[in-house]
């Protein structure tokens, strides 16, 4: 099955940029989609299919995705950016929807 | 505005059958646009897909858990449900519902407030 992997934590100062990488193999041959998940809540789209923003997501979030690696990067990151981060994929076959492990971003 | 929302016990016991539906509002179930999607995340974990659904009943289920795993459509009630068999400690999680967008792309755009479900 397909693996993605995400650095388990990721630190960042307040007003610095923060990025998150997702890797899998040839992973820039497929969509990549974002969430953002804060403490006792349900994920929320942040970026779909690699970089597009869903409607009320600041511009300040955006994502690329190129060979083994798809990276989230948030700009000018505030304090309300504190949060775990997913990636995920559809990887046609058997268990399709793939989740990566997981990053908790901290703002410092 | 779309809404999901989980339902059903929050404490099961080992061996027995965790049952929840999702129930879908301001907007129709019976749309081949999207597929509905059952997704848990145990506690300090990632999230793990379950599986989905369409609108008429084609299943796609996790090959872990296949062989314990029913997912079933309403569309009369817009409600989806997710019936596990034989529950043990690991199948403790948040139980989230969310709607599966398709056109290629394959993306959960909405999602339910989530279930705690504890097996003790």
Redesign the interface.
Known sequence: SYVLTQPPSVSVAPGKTATITCGGHNIGTK?V?W?QQKPG?????VI??DSER?SGIPERFSGSNSGNTATLTISRVEAGDEADY?C?V?NSG?????????TKLTVL | QLQLQESGPGLVKPSETLSLTCTVSGDSISTSEYYW?W?RQPPGK????IG?ISFRGNT?Y??SLKSRLTISVDTSKDQFSLNLTSVTAADTAVY?CAR??TR??????S????ALVSVS
């Not at chain 2, 999602?111 to 989530?114: A, D, F, L, P, Q």
């Open positions: 969509s989609h969430f809540q349900a994920p929320v789209l779909f299919y869903p997913h995920q559809w058997l268990d399709p929807v793939v989740f990566g492990g997981g | 999607a997704v990632g999230l793990a897909w989905h796609f996790n090959t989230y599966l967008m290629g792309l394959y993306y959960l755009d999602w339910g407030r989530g």
